[in-house]
């Protein structure tokens, strides 16, 4: 006993106190932000490897963005990514960032099913399923229940069957012979369940994107409670937005 408290004392906290404001080192990309500089935007929109950036009007679409960085190492005058890791929305078009915008990207409260928050405020278990991904967002959801992110606390968790789930998070960018497991896991959870999507593959197909061995017809059946951007997705990102979601985001 004695022994055991020593070793809590000297370790000190392990978990992450609060996970609103954690400060992400210099090299982090998250949310970027776009100046109204004057730039050559079809050069930039060539350069993209994902198709993310669009001209007139300059946008950066999340969804599709892969967080190489390339564009900013182009023209950091026109764009630069910040250490903003709150990212997720319920709002596909949430994840467009306009030219000249600097505003957090949110849960919009009024878009979530009322059923969300009414189940699953107090616990959330999810099955993941990685239909054709490259494994580094897999590894980034496995994070979110280690000591440092400390999901569980939150009343969320990871569980290996999906009948004992309430929803499922999607990685990767659905290839066709993921598309039958991904639509058997999800009939095989019990209703109401919610779906995300997390990384750039499953959103949008990321590099992948118009593939012919992609199948994500899957998506086009249901609605997304659920976008949570980068590639990989960060801890972060994943439990603030899924704390956002269930109501008990701040
Ligand atoms: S950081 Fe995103 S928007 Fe910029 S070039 Fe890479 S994929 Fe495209």
């Known amino acids: 006993m004695i022994d055991d408290l020593r070793i809590l004392i000297h370790q000190?906290?392990?978990?992450?106190?609060?996970?609103t404001a954690v400060k992400l080192p210099e090299s982090f990309r998250g949310r970027p932000v776009i100046s109204q500089?004057?730039?050559?935007?079809?050069?930039?929109?060539?350069?993209c490897p994902t198709g993310a950036i669009s001209n007139?009007?300059?946008?950066?679409?999340?969804?599709?963005?892969?967080?190489?960085?390339?564009?900013?190492?182009?023209?950091?005058?026109?764009?630069r990514f910040t250490q903003d890791y709150r990212m997720a929305t319920n709002v596909r078009d949430g994840l467009l960032v306009k030219e000249g915008e600097d505003r957090p990207i949110q849960v919009n409260a009024a878009g979530i099913r009322k059923e969300i928050t009414r189940f699953f405020r107090?616990?959330?278990?999810?099955?993941?399923?990685?239909?054709?991904?490259?494994?580094?967002?897999?590894?980034?959801?496995?994070?979110?229940?280690?000591?440092?992110?400390?999901m569980g606390r939150f009343g969320i968790e990871f569980v290996a069957s999906p009948r004992h789930a309430d929803g499922i998070v999607i990685t990767g960018p659905i290839s066709e012979n993921m598309a039958d497991p991904l639509q058997l896991t999800y009939d095989a959870i019990p209703d109401p369940k919610i779906i995300i999507l997390a990384g750039s593959e499953a959103i949008s197909g990321g590099i992948f994107a118009g593939s012919p061995a992609?199948?994500?017809?899957?998506?086009d059946k249901y609605r997304i409670d659920l976008f949570v951007p980068g590639?990989?997705?960060?801890p972060l990102t994943f439990i603030n937005g899924v704390l956002a979601l269930i109501g008990k985001g701040k």
């Not at 009007?57 to 190492?73: H, M, Q, R, S, Y």
């Not at 590639?231 to 960060?234: A, E």
């Open 214 to 219: 992609l199948n994500r017809s899957f998506l």
């Open 37 to 47: 500089i004057p730039v050559n935007g079809p050069e930039l929109v060539e350069l």
């Open 231 to 234: 590639n990989p997705v960060h």
């Open 122 to 150: 107090g616990s959330l278990k999810l099955r993941q399923v990685c239909a054709g991904g490259d494994n580094s967002c897999e590894t980034e959801l496995n994070a979110c229940s280690n000591v440092n992110f400390d």
């Open 56 to 79: 007139e009007p300059f946008t950066i679409d999340l969804g599709k963005c892969v967080f190489c960085g390339e564009c900013a190492f182009a023209r950091p005058d026109k764009i």
């Open 12 to 19: 000190g906290r392990q978990y992450i106190g609060d996970i």
